[in-house]
């Protein structure tokens, strides 16, 4: 039960600030051109920041477990190969296969992950965790990029690819956050707290943002697409990529990291960069939105059904 109360007071603010997006849009305070202007926002500029805290100082040297860190790495991989081949294989609407590539692929291993991960291995050192989380972070961001501009319905060439990659400030971010932390660099104090500022109100903004753009009609529009991507995201890859760590003799807090890779919601942010880079991103929003709301209940499952077998 510890384990479902750690996962619902970490869901439970997401809704809340999601319901006050709602209820700025409802009260007719923003509009649809207003709400994309934030988004944009939030993209260029709170994001960065956010994921640049969240590598910035981390020590990539003494907190890295070679063994836990090729399990994830190669897991995260697999995921992503399945994603893309069930996809293509099921869903023959071309311009929302890459927002449902992402929404099975990319998890919210921020938000919902460390305090899981916390809860499930308590006391215990959570800096292998954080630089496996930092190094997915980056990895999904990138994979993002590269899935929405090759699986939208129209011709990207790779040079475009790259260019939006190179361009792109969540990228460069996470470059820059590795550099800092890879070379013990450090910002002057009134700097460092600047920016750890601007990036705490990134998640909010996005999630306000999200709730403000949300229509209750387009559950209904889009509900074999959402079902599909909650049974995948929250039941297939954890059932299938659970089990495998299992089996590979993980225990303690490294399965709990794997399960705040594998079991957790689809991320927060693929409803931005949706937006930005190109997609279906009420469709993205959506599957953000049912995710989480369900995924107190999956990873409590997850996490019950491996306590019993020995892994914590």
């Known amino acids: ?164 990659i190179a361009k792109n400030p969540l990228f460069d971010a996470c470059m820059l956050g590795l550099v800092f932390a890879a070379f013990d660099l450090h910002l002057p104090n009134v700097v460092e707290r600047t920016v750890t500022m601007i990036g705490s109100a990134a998640t909010p903004l996005m999630l306000v943002i999200l709730g403000a753009f949300f229509s209750f009609g387009s559950l209904s529009k889009y509900k074999k697409a959402l079902a599909t991507a909650c049974l995948g995201r929250l039941i297939v890859i954890p059932g299938i990529f659970l089990t495998i760590t299992w089996l590979a003799g993980f225990r303690g807090v490294d399965f709990a990291t794997c399960i705040s890779l594998f079991a957790t919601p689809c991320s927060v942010s693929a409803f931005t960069m949706t937006q930005q880079i190109g997609g279906d991103y009420e469709l993205a929003g959506d599957i953000v939105i049912m995710t989480n709301a369900v995924c107190s209940f999956t990873i409590f499952l997850w996490s019950f059904i491996f306590r019993l077998l020995g892994c914590f």
């Open 1 to 164: 039960m510890e384990s479902f109360k750690v996962c619902f007071e970490a869901v439970l603010p997401i809704f809340l600030c999601l319901a006050l997006g709602y209820g700025i849009r409802q009260l007719g305070m923003v509009g649809e051109s207003e709400v994309l202007k934030f988004n944009k926002l939030a993209f260029t500029a709170f994001l960065p920041f956010s994921l640049f805290s969240n590598i910035y100082g981390s020590d990539l040297s003494s907190a890295l477990r070679p063994g836990l860190f090729a399990h994830a790495m190669i897991c995260i991989g697999a995921v992503y190969g399945l994603s893309v081949l069930y996809v293509l294989k099921t869903v023959k609407e071309k311009d929302i296969q890459g927002v449902m590539i992402q929404g099975l692929y990319r998890s919210n291993v921020v938000i919902i992950g460390l305090p899981i991960a916390s809860a499930l291995a308590p006391g215990a050192d959570l800096s292998s965790a954080a630089i496996v989380i930092t190094t997915v972070v980056l990895i999904y961001n990138v994979l993002a990029i590269i899935t929405l501009s090759i699986f939208n319905g129209r011709k990207t060439s790779p040079a475009e690819i790259v260019k939006k």
